[in-house]
T-cell receptor, first 112, second 112 residues
Framework: DGGITQSPKYLFRKEGQNVTLSCEQN?????MYWYRQDPGQGLRLIYY???????QKGDIAEGYSVSREKKESFPLTVTSAQKNPTAFYLC???????????FGDGTRLSIL | GENVEQHPSTLSVQEGDSAVIKCTYS??????FPWYKQELGKRPQLIID?????GEKKDQRIAVTLNKTAKHFSLHITETQPEDSAVYFC???????????FGKGTRLSVIA
């Protein structure tokens, strides 16, 4: 779905470094989400936002932060407090939280 | 909160046979149940969904059934083809402002 763009596709983090993953959508969706995907663990919700300037913690928010200053953008920062950040990160959006989600292509984060 | 269990974690079938993946959920108030397909290295894509006021929904070779009393729902794929090989995720959501909760996924392999 070309309406959701995640960048970069691959990202490497040094120990003690914060990194920010970008997620942009041009679908005019109100709701946006960040998931972490590990082998055998499915999709685990990190943060979600139902509307601009508002967001809530998901199941595994520790070590992560987000902002939602614009409707089309929902960046995720992986902080140095996240001790095991190596994973595949997926961003999604939906018109409202009650409607189907559309996913981006993901960002694979690795530790150097 | 909601909890979704998905079985089996891996499934191998011969081309042309049927495949069935089952999910159970814990919150009887859940009312929306989507299924996503994720091919290797790609984004999850919605393939079918069902709401709690419907017991079954079909789309060509794919069908989903819902048993609200038993709190389980299943994905049925008939006449499987090699391109059906992927990881399939079920999810459930309680009505209101709660986000989707995903199962851990089923890796389906269709053997030609």
């Amino acid at each position: 779905d070309g309406g959701i763009t995640q960048s970069p596709k691959y990202l490497f983090r040094k120990e003690g470094q914060n990194v920010t993953l970008s997620c942009e959508q041009n679908l005019n969706h109100d709701a946006m989400y960040w998931y972490r995907q590990d082998p055998g663990q499915g999709l685990r919700l990190i943060y979600y936002s139902q509307i601009v300037n508002d967001f809530q913690k998901g199941d595994i928010a520790e070590g992560y932060s987000v902002s939602r200053e614009k409707k089309e953008s929902f960046p995720l920062t992986v902080t140095s407090a996240q001790k095991n950040p190596t994973a595949f990160y997926l961003c999604a959006s939906s018109p409202t939280q009650d409607q189907p989600q559309h996913f981006g292509d993901g960002t694979r984060l690795s530790i150097l | 909160g909601e909890n979704v269990e998905q079985h089996p974690s891996t499934l191998s079938v011969q081309e042309g046979d049927s495949a069935v993946i089952k999910c159970t959920y814990s919150d009887s108030a859940s009312n929306y149940f989507p299924w996503y397909k994720q091919e290797l290295g790609k984004r999850p894509q919605l393939i079918i969904d069902i709401r709690s006021n419907v017991g079954e929904k079909k789309d060509q070779r794919i069908a989903v059934t819902l048993n609200k009393t038993a709190k389980h729902f299943s994905l049925h794929i008939t006449e499987t083809q090699p391109e059906d090989s992927a990881v399939y995720f079920c999810a459930a959501r309680v009505s209101g402002n709660t986000p989707l909760v995903f199962g851990k996924g089923t890796r389906l392999s269709v053997i030609a």
